[in-house]
């Protein structure tokens, strides 16, 4: 099956920091990466789609100077929190699309628990 | 309103036994994908089952399937056989073809827990 890496999986860093976490597709190249977020016992709340070699698109309400996507290569989408706040402690997981797949199955990786001090 | 509504927030089920978790959905889309998947509390997200709109049959994979009843808009997940390691929530999920950018809609989730 698709297999998703992603790292680090598990992240503490101080307010003001800047965080990087990348997704990376490993049997497969992906041409659209999604970018999800997670409070404790809710739902995946999409934040934003990476689509290769083009600027992201982010769901309303989601600030993009504040968590940047870069989708460099068919394998490889990253994000980073830039100026980290407690409120922005949670668990990220990322998603990425098979190109060649006609159900467009998006297959996850295990996702990062951010906490911010 | 909801595109994915799952009324259960939490299920019971003995080991070795079967269970049914609900799900429906709401979409004037003619063409969707419906998906399962499964969330351990280690946090990572299982695909479990895909089912085409347009598909005849009802998806199934190994212990998995899919009760799909297009005209009633629902998709329900069956587990056969349920085993200690299927304890998890279970999320339902739509992909609408005319969003284009074919981002899944979830729904709130089902915990299920199996009793041994």
């Known amino acids: 099956g698709a297999v998703v890496s992603q790292h680090p999986s598990r992240v503490i860093c101080k307010s003001g920091t800047s965080v990087k976490i990348e997704c990376r597709s490993l049997?497969?190249?992906?041409?659209?990466m999604f970018w999800y977020r997670q409070f404790p016992k809710k739902s995946l709340m999409l934040m934003a789609t990476?689509?290769?070699?083009?600027?992201?698109?982010?769901e309303q309400g989601v600030e993009k100077d504040k968590f940047l996507i870069n989708h460099a290569s068919l394998t490889l989408s990253t994000l980073t929190v830039t100026s980290a706040h407690p409120e922005d402690s949670s668990f990220y997981i990322c998603s990425a699309r098979d190109y060649r797949d006609f159900s467009e199955t998006q297959y996850f990786g295990p996702g990062t628990r951010l906490l911010v001090l | 309103a909801q595109k994915i509504t799952q009324t259960q927030p939490g299920m019971f089920v003995q080991e070795k036994e079967a269970v049914t978790l609900d799900c429906t959905y709401d979409t004037s889309d003619p063409s969707y994908g419906l998906f399962w998947y499964k969330q351990p509390s280690s946090g990572e997200m299982i695909f479990l089952i895909y089912q085409g709109s347009y598909d005849q049959q009802n998806a199934t994979e190994g212990r998995y399937s899919l009760n799909f009843q297009k005209a009633r808009k629902s998709a329900n997940l069956v587990i056969s056989a349920s085993q200690l390691g299927d304890s998890a929530m279970y999320f339902c999920?739509?992909?609408?073809?005319?969003?284009?950018?074919?981002?899944?809609?979830f729904g709130t989730g089902t915990r299920l827990t199996v009793i041994p």
């Open positions: 990476s689509n290769e070699g083009s600027k992201a698109t982010y």
């Open positions: 999920a739509m992909r609408e073809s005319q969003t284009g950018a074919n981002n899944l809609f």
């Open positions: 049997d497969f190249q992906a041409t659209t």
